[in-house]
């Protein structure tokens, strides 16, 4: 390392701040952690408690539990009133187990298999290819599952937290009302079916995945009480005929963990099976038209170039002339208040 010498005084180019920022990113994700392994939030949820209380309860000592609880603050995972902390609706809602919203899965998701891949982040740069730790950039997220090391159960419950608020504003989202047979082609836990199905009674809904995630789709399935509405069916999207009669089918989180090349034969497949009239929803995260937005996009969007071989978001426009070119008509694109979006298509009438 060179050494650094004053020379002469000169002005600040330009603040540091972000850089530092940057260089906290991991502290503030060891933070969150933290707390929530403390048991924190779900201490908070009760009511709120001053200093010296959760010292007590959470047995820590009071010079850095005060130091952590300033930092929550801070950073809007807790708030301050009267010498007392509590829970802001953030943490509230996502950070507390009993909540219809918690995260708890996606977390642990996390820490147990994403971050390990994004410790050799620079190699998948270098290398372009996935770095699924043990797996020497072979296969996928899903092959992955298969190794015992890798908990499905985990995976899928991760998914499942992250599509019960994207599955209520899919189901507010888009007028399902012309359509009865719904089919969700990697539908995971079914959150998406649940919530349309929820929404739209007239909707029957089977989740198309792989046996051993249905599996676990069918207790998702019972505790929400949908058993007589959503159904699943084993099988392998891309060598297996598509479960027949549906009149509208839903992509998410799918088509952008194996791009749009791979997707190609599943798309032409549902074109096949839908009635004229039937449609096709892409419901996933897009890029802005530049590629250089949203942030957190291209952030899911390396970490489907660290676990999977060819995935990686787009923006709505490749979507959209990619069903145009596939045959689909009346293609349109909805923003939604998401991080996901919808772009759709329907099988042409005559
Ligand atoms: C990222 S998850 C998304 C789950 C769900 N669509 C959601 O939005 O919550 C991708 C799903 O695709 C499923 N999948 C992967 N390969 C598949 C295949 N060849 N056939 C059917 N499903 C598959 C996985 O098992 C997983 O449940």
Same mark, same amino acid.
């Given at each position: 390392?060179?050494?650094?010498?004053?020379?002469?005084? #000169?002005?600040?180019?330009?603040?540091? #701040?972000?850089?530092?920022?940057?260089?906290?990113?991991?502290?503030?994700?060891?933070?969150?952690? *933290?707390? $929530?392994?403390?048991?924190?939030?779900?201490?908070?949820?009760?009511?709120?408690?001053?200093? *010296?209380?959760?010292?007590?309860?959470?047995?820590?000592?009071?010079?850095?539990?005060?130091? &952590? !609880?300033?930092?929550?603050?801070?950073?809007?995972?807790?708030?301050?009133?009267?010498?007392?902390? *509590?829970?802001?609706?953030?943490?509230? /809602?996502?950070?507390?187990?009993? /909540?219809?919203?918690?995260?708890?899965? !996606?977390?642990?998701?996390?820490?147990?298999?994403?971050?390990? %891949? $994004?410790?050799?982040?620079?190699?998948?740069?270098?290398?372009?290819?996935?770095?699924?730790?043990?797996? %020497?950039?072979?296969?996928?997220?899903?092959?992955?599952?298969?190794?015992?090391?890798?908990?499905? #159960?985990?995976?899928? %419950?991760?998914?499942?937290?992250?599509?019960?608020?994207?599955?209520?504003? =899919?189901? #507010?989202?888009?007028?399902?009302?012309?359509?009865?047979?719904?089919?969700?082609?990697?539908?995971?836990?079914?959150?998406?079916?649940?919530?349309?199905?929820?929404?739209?009674?007239?909707?029957?809904?089977?989740?198309?995945?792989?046996?051993?995630?249905?599996?676990?789709?069918?207790?998702?399935?019972?505790? %929400?009480?949908?058993?007589?509405?959503?159904?699943?069916?084993?099988?392998?999207?891309?060598?297996?005929? &598509?479960?027949?009669?549906?009149?509208?089918?839903? &992509?998410?989180?799918?088509?952008?963990?194996?791009?749009?090349?791979?997707?190609?034969?599943?798309?032409?497949?549902?074109?096949?099976?839908?009635?004229?009239?039937?449609?096709?929803?892409?419901?996933?995260?897009?890029?802005?038209?530049?590629?250089?937005?949203? !942030?957190?996009?291209?952030?899911?969007?390396?970490?489907?170039? =660290?676990?999977?071989?060819?995935?990686?978001?787009?923006?709505?426009?490749?979507?959209?002339? $990619?069903?145009?070119?596939?045959?689909?008509?009346?293609?349109?694109?909805? *923003?939604?208040?998401?991080?996901?979006? !919808?772009?759709?298509?329907?099988?042409?009438?005559?």
């Amino acid at each position: 390392m060179s050494t650094q010498t004053l020379t002469r005084l #000169e002005k600040v180019p330009v603040s540091p #701040e972000l850089l530092y920022r940057l260089l906290f990113g991991r502290p503030m994700t060891q933070l969150l952690y *933290a707390a $929530w392994d403390l048991g924190l939030f779900q201490l908070l949820s009760k009511a709120p408690l001053t200093l *010296a209380e959760i010292c007590e309860r959470l047995a820590l000592p009071r010079h850095s539990t005060d130091m &952590l !609880l300033n930092t929550c603050v801070a950073l809007g995972l807790l708030k301050k009133e009267d010498g007392s902390y *509590a829970n802001t609706p953030l943490s509230e /809602n996502y950070l507390v187990a009993e /909540n219809t919203f918690y995260l708890g899965g !996606l977390l642990e998701h996390f820490r147990r298999h994403v971050f390990p %891949a $994004w410790d050799s982040f620079k190699e998948a740069i270098q290398q372009d290819r996935p770095q699924i730790v043990g797996d %020497a950039g072979k296969s996928d997220i899903f092959e992955a599952t298969r190794r015992p090391d890798v908990d499905t #159960e985990l995976f899928i %419950a991760a998914m499942h937290n992250l599509s019960v608020s994207d599955g209520l504003i =899919l189901a #507010e989202g888009f007028d399902f009302s012309p359509f009865t047979r719904l089919l969700d082609i990697g539908g995971g836990s079914g959150a998406l079916s649940l919530a349309v199905a929820e929404r739209h009674p007239r909707i029957q809904a089977v989740v198309f995945d792989r046996p051993q995630v249905c599996s676990i789709a069918e207790r998702y399935i019972q505790a %929400a009480g949908l058993g007589s509405r959503v159904s699943t069916r084993p099988g392998d999207a891309f060598s297996d005929a &598509l479960p027949e009669r549906a009149d509208v089918v839903v &992509l998410s989180l799918f088509i952008h963990a194996f791009g749009l090349k791979r997707s190609t034969p599943i798309l032409e497949k549902c074109l096949c099976a839908l009635p004229p009239g039937g449609c096709v929803l892409i419901y996933e995260p897009m890029l802005y038209p530049g590629r250089t937005g949203p !942030l957190t996009t291209l952030l899911s969007s390396l970490n489907m170039l =660290l676990v999977t071989p060819s995935g990686g978001d787009v923006t709505a426009q490749d979507y959209m002339q $990619w069903l145009e070119k596939l045959g689909f008509e009346s293609v349109f694109y909805k *923003a939604l208040p998401s991080i996901r979006h !919808l772009v759709g298509g329907f099988k042409p009438k005559a």
